[in-house]
């Protein structure tokens, strides 16, 4: 199983990104696709999470309104468009599968990627 992360970089606050992850060797349908975010000198905290179907979303409270999670099960590829982004944004944004329908908890994920860095500047 392999999960890729693109999109990240330097942004300054109040503009937008657009994060892809692109995953192989998974049955990718069947799988809760999630986003993790972990800033410096922090845990590694939930973003959101979207069920293989797409019908249950959930968000952390500290991005709704701004961030949308997406997926596109034929192209095995979930996405995470930031809006509206702010300093306390920053952190290195990690994707990952679950086998468990409502996965929020990081032990619920089986399977992550190398993350890719997301800097905000003020």
């Known amino acids: 199983v392999q999960l890729v992360e693109s999109g990240g970089g330097l942004v300054q606050a109040g503009g937008s990104l657009n994060l892809s992850c692109a995953a192989s060797?998974?049955?990718?349908?069947?799988?809760?696709m999630g986003w993790f975010r972990q800033a410096p000198g922090k845990e590694r905290e939930f973003v959101v999470a979207r069920s293989w179907s797409g019908i249950n979303t959930d968000y952390a409270d500290s991005v709704k309104g701004r961030f949308t999670i997406s997926r596109d099960n034929a192209k095995k590829m979930v996405y995470l468009q930031m809006n509206s982004l702010k300093p306390e944004d920053t952190a290195v944004y990690y994707c990952a599968a679950s086998a468990i329908l409502y996965a929020h908890r990081q032990s619920e994920y089986g399977y992550w990627g190398q993350g890719t860095q997301v800097t905000v500047s003020s």
């Open positions: 060797g998974l049955t990718f349908s069947s799988y809760t």
